[in-house]
Each structure stands twice: as C-alpha cells, then as structure tokens.
C-alpha cells in the first residue's frame, strides 16, 4: 500500500560554522567524512540485512554537515568543491555504498538550478557559473535537506513519465515514477516533468510531504538496499512558479554544454560509489587474511585504509598465491583510482567553467567519465567476486552463511553496475578518439 511521505525531524548539525572572514577549513571535511564512515563501517552488514528505509543513515549524515557540503565556500558558509564531494562519496561508500549512493544523487539534484536554469536571466547577483547566487544547493543547506529524485527523462517511448497542466499561478503534477535512490527519505523531491506531456522538460522542487505524494519504498532488490530507492506517485500535486527550477529542452541540440555536464557529473559520483566498494571490499578482505594468521579480526576498516593505519602488520602470509591474488587484486584498484582521479579533475574543472564551457570540452569530459565507468565497473565487479573467494572458509567470514557480510559488496557492486553498457562507452571513447566526434548532448545517463 502506498501512503504520503511523512516529514522527518532532522538532528541538529554540530559542526562550529565557519569565520565569517574566510572560507572552510579543508581539513575539516576528511575528519568528518572519515570519523562518519568508521560509524557506517560497524554495523553497515546488520542494516544491509534490514534493508529498511534509511532514516538513521540520513540523520548520520544530517549530524555530520555532510548534505550541505557542496555550496561554494563563502562568507557564513562552509563550502567545498566537487573534488571534496567526490572524496566523500568515495569514502562513505566504501563503509556503505548505500549511503554514498544516496548522496551522490542528493549532490548532483542540489545543483539543478544551476544546470538547467536560465543563462539569460540578468536579475540579481550570479556566481561563477552564471547561476543565481541564492541557487537550490544554498538552500539545500540552509534548510539541512535531503534531496531525492531524478530529471532525467523516460527511457523509453512507452513510459510517458511526469505530466504537468497548466493552471493559474503554476502547474499541476502527476504521474508515476521510480527512482534509484533518495525518495523514500526525502525531504524534497526533484524531478522533471514535461507540460502537456510533450515538448520541454521542467526541473520542479515537490514537498514529499504533500497529501497527493505517495511513496513506495523498494526495500526488496538484490544490493543498494540501503539507498531509500522507491516508486513515486504524484496525483494532482500543485506546483508554484517559484518551485521550477529550471528547464531541459527537448531538442539536444539546444542543451548547453554546461547543462549537459549534469548526467555526467551523477555518473562520474557513482563511479566513485562503484571504486569506493572495490575498495573498502578489498581492506576488510585485507583485515581477515591478516587476522587469520594473527589473533582476532581487526574491526572494518573505511575507505581503503587498514584498520591499524600506522602500526606493524596484523598478520603476515607467505602464501605466494594469495600474495598474487591481491597483488592483482590492488593493481586494479589503483588502475581505477587514477582513471577516475583525471575524470574527476576535468569535470571539476568544467563545472568552474560555468556557460562558457564549449562543446568540445564538454566532450572531453564526458569520454574520461566514460573510461573511468568502464574501468571502475569491471574492477568493483572482478575485486568483489574474488574476495567472496578469499575471505570465504577463513574464520568467521563465511560468505555464504553471513559472516561478516562480504557477500553484499558483491551484491551492491552488481546492482550499480547492472544498467551500465560498457561495450556502448567504449565504443564512443573509439569514436571520439579515432574521429573527433562529440558524445551525444542527451540527458540520461
């Protein structure tokens, strides 16, 4: 049964605001996401389990600052750029992939105004990227909301997604709806709908917590079960002039190469979701090889780093196998990391660019996204796979009865990876590389 979204209180933030005089202290960010993630990491296997709407995990993060770290760093703000969120995501996904995919789309939905708003709109200040400087991200964090949503368009022509009708003042919203993560906690919803059911697509912000909101939580998937996925529907839900945000033209050709960096900036986060598994999989599988030698398994280790950082080996293993194995193991680990790290670079860079972004940089942006999804897709995948192989019959770590849960990095490796066709982003990296043609400007990913 459906039932409307209720409105959740929010744990108040405990981060001292920044100076008024300078902007934030860089250093804070690692602290926090880091101190967060060894939370996630405890009992990150017993919520998988659970798979229940996360509600707790959205209050973790709410209580550390982190929905509101992407602003631009200011006076009476504590911002960070698109390297420091992407640093998070990496990070907490590597304790709970979950939650870094919930944050990931959270991330990318606070900057739709910016993307998708109008370039030509002249009243009040601009920042950077030509945007309002009181933008949706600025509220976002002024309001401690959690965003969930999508503005992508249907995938296909039988699904005619949102509807909106024209009524004095505004719209009216309906329709039908699944997103990948964010609505079933939510305390707004964007999401894009388009007039009349045909041309332009309009990026609106929702209250969840409308009576004509209703919300199935889809608790029941095979990984990311953690990440308040859901099933959406919108019945007569009246919408304001002030809650659209902006507008995604129909015709590709008219979308701007800043608002096409969009998709790929959602992309190129689950990405880091995607390295920040393969990573935190590898570590913990790390721990309980050197515990197996010595003494008891050492308590998860976050974000790649082992859970004795500094200090002597838990345990050691001349086993030559096993040593190749995770040779190869953190080989591809590293290989994935450095693809993404030059992605991650040049998008950020792109964004900084704002409205002035040509097409041609957009379409170098978009084929090292493309390299880095397909590079980091089969190593979450190929490193998941073998640590079930590697931790499983070692002792406590039985991957098929529980253990320690290592069977849900594989699971949530796969289910991130299921809709990505790697044959389709290599074939345009080839195309890019071998004639110079541009990716095409479309919204979904």
Same mark, same amino acid.
Not at 111 to 127: C, L, Q
Not at 259 to 279: C, F, K, M, N, T
Not at 365 to 371: E, G, N, T
């Given at each position: 049964?459906?039932?409307?979204?209720?409105?959740?209180?929010?744990?108040?933030?405990?981060?001292?605001?920044?100076?008024?005089?300078?902007?934030?202290?860089?250093?804070?960010?690692?602290?926090? %996401?880091?101190?967060?993630?060894?939370?996630?990491?405890?009992? =990150?296997?017993?919520?998988?389990?659970?798979?229940?709407?996360?509600?707790?995990?959205?209050?973790?993060?709410?209580?550390?600052?982190?929905?509101?770290?992407?602003?631009?760093?200011?006076?009476?703000?504590?911002?960070?750029?698109?390297?420091?969120?992407?640093?998070?995501?990496?990070?907490?996904?590597?304790?709970?992939?979950?939650?870094?995919?919930?944050?990931?789309?959270?991330?990318?939905?606070?900057?739709?105004?910016?993307?998708?708003?109008?370039?030509?709109?002249?009243?009040?200040?601009?920042?950077?990227?030509?945007?309002?400087?009181?933008?949706?991200?600025?509220?976002?964090?002024?309001?401690?909301?959690?965003?969930?949503?999508?503005?992508?368009?249907?995938?296909?022509?039988?699904?005619?997604?949102?509807?909106?009708?024209?009524?004095?003042?505004?719209?009216?919203?309906?329709?039908?709806?699944?997103?990948?993560?964010?609505?079933?906690?939510?305390?707004?919803?964007?999401?894009?709908?388009?007039?009349?059911?045909?041309?332009?697509?309009?990026?609106?912000?929702?209250?969840?917590?409308?009576?004509?909101?209703? %919300?199935?939580?889809?608790?029941?998937?095979?990984?990311?079960?953690?990440?308040?996925?859901?099933?959406? %529907?919108?019945?007569?839900?009246?919408?304001?002039?002030?809650?659209?945000?902006?507008?995604?033209?129909?015709?590709?050709?008219?979308?701007?190469?800043?608002? =096409?960096? =969009?998709?790929?900036?959602?992309?190129?986060?689950?990405?880091?979701?995607?390295?920040?598994?393969?990573?935190?999989?590898?570590?913990?599988?790390?721990?309980?090889?050197?515990?197996?030698?010595?003494?008891?398994?050492?308590?998860?280790?976050?974000?790649?780093?082992?859970?004795?950082?500094?200090?002597?080996?838990?345990?050691?293993?001349?086993?030559?196998?096993?040593?190749?194995?995770?040779?190869?193991?953190?080989?591809?680990?590293?290989?994935?990391?450095?693809?993404?790290?030059?992605?991650?670079?040049?998008?950020?860079?792109?964004?900084?660019?704002?409205?002035?972004?040509?097409?041609?940089?957009?379409?170098?942006?978009?084929?090292?996204?493309?390299?880095?999804?397909?590079?980091?897709?089969?190593?979450?995948?190929?490193?998941?796979?073998?640590?079930?192989?590697?931790?499983?019959?070692?002792?406590?770590?039985? =991957?098929?009865?529980?253990?320690?849960?290592?069977?849900?990095?594989?699971?949530?490796?796969?289910?991130?990876?299921?809709?990505?066709?790697?044959?389709?982003?290599?074939?345009?990296?080839?195309?890019?590389?071998?004639?110079?043609?541009?990716?095409?400007?479309?919204?979904?990913?």
């Amino acid at each position: 049964m459906t039932t409307p979204r209720k409105s959740v209180r929010r744990t108040a933030i405990r981060i001292v605001p920044a100076p008024a005089d300078r902007p934030a202290d860089d250093e804070i960010w690692p602290r926090v %996401t880091r101190e967060l993630a060894d939370d996630l990491a405890v009992d =990150a296997p017993a919520r998988d389990r659970a798979g229940k709407a996360p509600f707790d995990e959205v209050a973790r993060l709410q209580e550390a600052g982190l929905p509101a770290l992407l602003t631009a760093p200011g006076a009476n703000r504590r911002g960070a750029d698109w390297r420091a969120a992407s640093a998070v995501v990496r990070e907490i996904s590597a304790a709970d992939s979950s939650v870094g995919e919930l944050l990931a789309h959270h991330y990318v939905l606070s900057w739709s105004s910016r993307f998708f708003g109008r370039a030509h709109d002249t009243e009040g200040a601009k920042d950077a990227t030509g945007a309002p400087a009181h933008d949706l991200d600025v509220r976002t964090a002024e309001e401690h909301w959690l965003l969930g949503g999508g503005v992508e368009p249907p995938r296909t022509e039988k699904d005619p997604g949102l509807r909106l009708t024209p009524e004095a003042g505004g719209w009216i919203l309906d329709g039908r709806r699944a997103f990948a993560s964010g609505v079933a906690v939510a305390d707004r919803l964007v999401v894009g709908a388009r007039p009349g059911g045909t041309g332009d697509w309009l990026i609106v912000l929702v209250d969840p917590a409308h009576p004509g909101v209703f %919300t199935d939580a889809g608790t029941d998937r095979v990984g990311q079960r953690v990440s308040g996925a859901g099933t959406v %529907t919108f019945d007569h839900v009246p919408v304001q002039a002030d809650q659209v945000l902006g507008l995604l033209p129909h015709d590709e050709h008219a979308v701007t190469p800043f608002a =096409a960096l =969009a998709p790929l900036a959602l992309r190129l986060l689950l990405v880091q979701v995607g390295l920040g598994i393969a990573e935190g999989a590898l570590a913990e599988a790390r721990d309980i090889s050197r515990a197996g030698q010595a003494g008891p398994a050492p308590a998860p280790s976050a974000a790649g780093r082992p859970s004795s950082a500094g200090a002597d080996p838990v345990g050691t293993d001349d086993d030559p196998y096993l040593l190749l194995a995770y040779g190869e193991l953190a080989t591809a680990a590293h290989a994935a990391s450095a693809v993404v790290e030059r992605a991650t670079d040049a998008l950020a860079r792109g964004l900084l660019a704002g409205r002035t972004l040509t097409p041609e940089e957009r379409a170098d942006i978009a084929v090292l996204v493309s390299a880095a999804e397909t590079v980091t897709g089969r190593a979450a995948v190929r490193i998941t796979t073998r640590v079930l192989e590697l931790v499983d019959g070692a002792e406590g770590a039985d =991957a098929q009865s529980g253990g320690p849960g290592f069977d849900r990095f594989w699971r949530n490796a796969r289910a991130l990876t299921a809709h990505t066709q790697p044959a389709h982003r290599l074939r345009d990296i080839g195309d890019h590389y071998l004639n110079g043609t541009h990716t095409r400007l479309t919204l979904p990913a």
